[in-house]
Structure formats: structure tokens, C-alpha cells
């Protein structure tokens, strides 16, 4: 059961984007598997992608494809990665593109492709070339939620997010929908993520704000320290809007832009959190007085990976020696122990170093007892912060991984 995520909101339709989904059966038999995002001539399209050097065919295709032209369209597919596949893959991913470039009229190169599911294998091009039409056919500005469903492959819940927002005082609607819920911890973006706005942006600031904003959203989670082959986030402005072109990466506008795409990466990274595979805790990590935010992020980190840590959250059992540990090991040569301090949410279990005398089992207890958790470690070394979101490790985590290809 995800941890405070609930249904799908209302997904706002973007000037410019028309969406549809279809089943070629890939690996689910019984669900829509295939997702076309339609975008009109004269948007623009940034994105980020993973850094697993094994990075997957339609990684590889997408991103070439992107920098060339804008794209007309992007085409997903749920249940089959098709990484690990070499160059077999890649013509794979190209013929599926110029398949769909065919049934909308545009070069297969303003096509770009991506996939999720299981790696190393042969991604099935002729189920999905032959599902394309019917999928063609159903294009709509309404179907983000079905979009949204498309894309899931471990996912319990569908995951989007929709806006209205002001820049210059005219009116524009940004709308994106994200799928992860294992294999998380990204360098770049995470699993998949595609947003949209009306907003009119030149690409290269397109691309300054969807740098920004993945900072410090989809790049600071983690649920298992696994980074994926997949990995892939874009972001469409149409320009259909009423604002003014955003061309300045120092303006008020682009701040103004920057902002609402900052708060929607940021609320779908938490809700792949939240829906981590198994996960009963969704648990925010802020670690304070470092050095250097990278001195606080390897901390961040170091604690959000221990296993040891991970199970005594799913088990709700306040055993802070866990999170001890895990700070001394994190590789911070000038840390002092005896600066440091560890809170659970407000309850103070570590202070200079030593547990707090005023600090009871019961009162650490009612705070692990409880489904969301803010765990804050002071370095005392420093002015520096950073935050990251992680998620406990339960048995279903386990069991859903041991079985996912069966």
C-alpha cells in the first residue's frame, strides 16, 4: 500500500499535447502497455537521462533524437526495457519509431522512444508496431490518467500531477505524470518522467530549467541504491500559452517557470517514494551542519542504503545504534563524533555524540510507529544542508523482486 498517496488528481489537458494508450501485450496481458504523447509543430523539449553506462536502446535513441530536432512525439512502452539488447535493440527502438512516424506524418527521427521492464530482453517490435493505429486513432488532450496507467510496470498507484500558474500575468497549465517504484536511486532524472506546459521557452533555457529543478527532486531519492538502465525525463514547452517567450535563464519569467517545475518534479519524485515497491514508511532524511552539501548527501545517503536501517523502519523498532552506525561509516574524513546529533522527527536520541539523556524508548517508539518520518542529523561541522527521500525494506519488497520476471 503506498504511504499517503492517494488517486490520481485532475490532470489538466496542455495546449498542444494529445496523449493515447494501447495494449500490445508485452507482458501484461490485461492492461494498456503502450503510451503515444502527440506534440504539436513549434514546441521545444529538453531532458535528462541516466548515467548506467549500460543505458538502454531507446536511451540511447531518445536522447540523439532530441538533440537533433524537437520532437513530434514520444512513445512509451511498459514490461520490456530493451536494455542489454546492443545494437539489435537499438534498430528495435528505430523501427518503432518510424512506425508511429508514419500513422502521425512526421520523420522518424522526431520520434523518441522509451521503455521500462524487464532488461535483456528482445524488446516484441511487431506486437507494437501493429498496436500502434488503434493507439493512433484514440489520441485525446484529456487522457493524461490513462497515460499515467500506461507507463506503470510495479507501480501501484498512477502518479501525476497538474497546475495552473501566472507568468507576466497570463494564465498557463504545466502537467506530468512519472512511473517508479523500484530500481531508484537516480544520477539524472528517475525510471520515467514526462511533463508538459504551454509555455512558450527557447530550448536551451528549456533545458536550464529541467537541469535545475531535477537537482533536487527526482536526484534526491533513493529506495533501494539502484540506479536504472532507463532512466528518463522530459520536459515539452508547446508554446500555445498567452505568455511572452521565455528566452533568459536570468529572468523573472524563467524564475517564475523554474518555481512551478521545481514543485511538480518535486511532488512526483516523493510519490515514486511513496509507492516504493513494498515500502509501509516514507521517510525524509534532512541532515544539517556539513561542510559542504555534498559532505551532507553522502550522510543522506549512507544512512538511506543501510539495510540494517531500512528493516528496523519496516519493523517500526527505534533501534538508533543502526543510524549511528551509518553515519561513522560515511566517508567524511573530518567528521567529529562528538558534534554530532540525531533527531526522530522532534525527539532529540543523539546529542554531541552520545544518546540524550532525556531520550526514552517510548517516545522513539511513537515516532517510528508512525507511516511518515523525519529523521534529521546535525553534523555540526558546518552551514550546509540537504534532503532526500527514501522508503523502509519490508518482505513484499523482496518477495515482488524474486518474482518479477516470473
Given at each position: 500500500?503506498?504511504?499517503?498517496?492517494?488517486?490520481?488528481?485532475?490532470?489538466?489537458?496542455?495546449?498542444?499535447?494529445?496523449?493515447?494508450?494501447?495494449?500490445?501485450?508485452?507482458?501484461?496481458?490485461?492492461?494498456?502497455d503502450l503510451?503515444?504523447?502527440?506534440?504539436?509543430?513549434?514546441?521545444?523539449?529538453?531532458?535528462?537521462?541516466t548515467?548506467?553506462?549500460?543505458?538502454?536502446?531507446?536511451?540511447?535513441?531518445?536522447?540523439?533524437?532530441?538533440?537533433?530536432?524537437?520532437?513530434?512525439?514520444?512513445?512509451?512502452?511498459?514490461?520490456?526495457?530493451?536494455?542489454?539488447?546492443?545494437?539489435?535493440?537499438?534498430?528495435?527502438?528505430?523501427?518503432?519509431?518510424?512506425?508511429?512516424?508514419?500513422?502521425?506524418?512526421?520523420?522518424?527521427?522526431?520520434?523518441?522512444?522509451?521503455?521500462?521492464?524487464?532488461?535483456?530482453?528482445?524488446?516484441?517490435?511487431?506486437?507494437?508496431?501493429?498496436?500502434?493505429p488503434?493507439?493512433?486513432?484514440?489520441?485525446?488532450?484529456?487522457s493524461?490518467?490513462?497515460?499515467?496507467?500506461?507507463?506503470?510496470?510495479?507501480?501501484?498507484?498512477?502518479?501525476?500531477?497538474?497546475?495552473?500558474?501566472?507568468?507576466?500575468?497570463?494564465?498557463?497549465?504545466?502537467?506530468?505524470?512519472?512511473?517508479?517504484?523500484?530500481?531508484?536511486?537516480?544520477?539524472?532524472a528517475?525510471?520515467?518522467?514526462?511533463?508538459?506546459?504551454?509555455?512558450?521557452?527557447?530550448?536551451?533555457?528549456?533545458?536550464?530549467?529541467?537541469?535545475?529543478?531535477?537537482?533536487?527532486?527526482?536526484?534526491?531519492?533513493?529506495?533501494?541504491?539502484d540506479?536504472?538502465?532507463?532512466?528518463?525525463?522530459?520536459?515539452?514547452?508547446?508554446?500555445?500559452?498567452?505568455?511572452?517567450?521565455?528566452?533568459?535563464?536570468?529572468?523573472?519569467e524563467?524564475?517564475?517557470?523554474a518555481?512551478?517545475v521545481?514543485?511538480?518534479?518535486?511532488?512526483l519524485?516523493?510519490?515514486?517514494?511513496?509507492?516504493?515497491?513494498?515500502?509501509?514508511?516514507?521517510?525524509?532524511?534532512?541532515v544539517s551542519?556539513?561542510?559542504?552539501?555534498?559532505?551532507?548527501?553522502?550522510?543522506?545517503?549512507t544512512?538511506?542504503?543501510?539495510?540494517?536501517v531500512?528493516?528496523?523502519?519496516?519493523?517500526?523498532?527505534?533501534?538508533?545504534?543502526?543510524?549511528?552506525?551509518?553515519?561513522?561509516?560515511?566517508?567524511?574524513?573530518?567528521?567529529?563524533?562528538?558534534?554530532?546529533?540525531?533527531?526522530?522527527?522532534?525527539?532529540?536520541?543523539?546529542?554531541?555524540?552520545a544518546?540524550?539523556?532525556?531520550?526514552?524508548?517510548?517516545?522513539?517508539?511513537?515516532?517510528m510507529?508512525?507511516?511518515?518520518?523525519?529523521?534529521?542529523?546535525?553534523?555540526?561541522?558546518?552551514?550546509?544542508?540537504?534532503?532526500?527521500?527514501?522508503?523502509?525494506?519490508?518482505?513484499?519488497?523482496?518477495?515482488?523482486?524474486?518474482?518479477?520476471?516470473?
Amino acid at each position: 500500500m503506498a504511504v499517503g498517496l492517494s488517486q490520481l488528481p485532475t490532470l489538466y489537458p496542455v495546449k498542444g499535447i494529445r496523449l493515447a494508450t494501447g495494449s500490445a501485450g508485452i507482458k501484461y496481458k490485461d492492461r494498456p502497455d503502450l503510451v503515444v504523447i502527440e506534440i504539436a509543430p513549434g514546441a521545444q523539449a529538453a531532458g535528462v537521462f541516466t548515467r548506467n553506462r549500460f543505458c538502454a536502446a531507446p536511451v540511447i535513441v531518445a536522447r540523439k533524437h532530441i538533440a537533433e530536432m524537437p520532437p513530434r512525439a514520444l512513445l512509451i512502452n511498459a514490461g520490456n526495457a530493451n536494455a542489454g539488447t546492443g545494437d539489435l535493440g537499438i534498430g528495435d527502438a528505430l523501427a518503432c519509431c518510424d512506425a508511429l512516424a508514419e500513422q502521425l506524418g512526421c520523420s522518424g527521427q522526431e520520434v523518441a522512444p522509451f521503455s521500462t521492464g524487464v532488461i535483456g530482453e528482445r524488446l516484441p517490435r511487431e506486437a507494437i508496431i501493429d498496436a500502434l493505429p488503434a493507439c493512433v486513432g484514440q489520441l485525446a488532450e484529456s487522457s493524461w490518467a490513462d497515460a499515467a496507467h500506461g507507463i506503470m510496470t510495479t507501480d501501484t498507484l498512477a502518479k501525476g500531477v497538474s497546475r495552473e500558474f501566472e507568468v507576466e500575468g497570463s494564465s498557463l497549465t504545466i502537467t506530468g505524470i512519472v512511473k517508479g517504484a523500484g530500481m531508484i536511486c537516480p544520477n539524472m532524472a528517475t525510471m520515467l518522467a514526462f511533463i508538459a506546459t504551454d509555455a512558450s521557452v527557447t530550448r536551451d533555457v528549456l533545458q536550464e530549467c529541467i537541469n535545475q529543478t531535477v537537482t533536487h527532486s527526482f536526484n534526491r531519492i533513493t529506495i533501494d541504491g539502484d540506479t536504472s538502465t532507463n532512466d528518463s525525463f522530459v520536459l515539452v514547452a508547446t508554446g500555445q500559452g498567452q505568455a511572452p517567450l521565455i528566452d533568459n535563464a536570468d529572468s523573472v519569467e524563467f524564475m517564475q517557470l523554474a518555481q512551478v517545475v521545481s514543485q511538480v518534479t518535486s511532488e512526483l519524485a516523493q510519490a515514486i517514494v511513496r509507492d516504493a515497491e513494498g515500502a509501509t514508511k516514507f521517510i525524509t532524511i534532512d541532515v544539517s551542519g556539513g561542510v559542504s552539501e555534498a559532505e551532507c548527501l553522502e550522510v543522506a545517503y549512507t544512512i538511506a542504503h543501510s539495510p540494517l536501517v531500512k528493516t528496523a523502519f519496516f519493523a517500526s523498532d527505534p533501534n538508533w545504534g543502526r543510524i549511528l552506525a551509518a553515519i561513522g561509516r560515511a566517508k567524511i574524513p573530518a567528521l567529529d563524533v562528538r558534534s554530532v546529533s540525531i533527531y526522530l522527527d522532534e525527539v532529540r536520541i543523539v546529542n554531541q555524540g552520545a544518546v540524550d539523556p532525556e531520550y526514552t524508548e517510548s517516545r522513539g517508539q511513537a515516532v517510528m510507529d508512525q507511516p511518515e518520518i523525519d529523521l534529521k542529523v546535525d553534523l555540526g561541522m558546518g552551514s550546509t544542508t540537504a534532503r532526500i527521500w527514501t522508503s523502509d525494506l519490508s518482505h513484499d519488497y523482496v518477495q515482488i523482486n524474486a518474482e518479477y520476471r516470473s
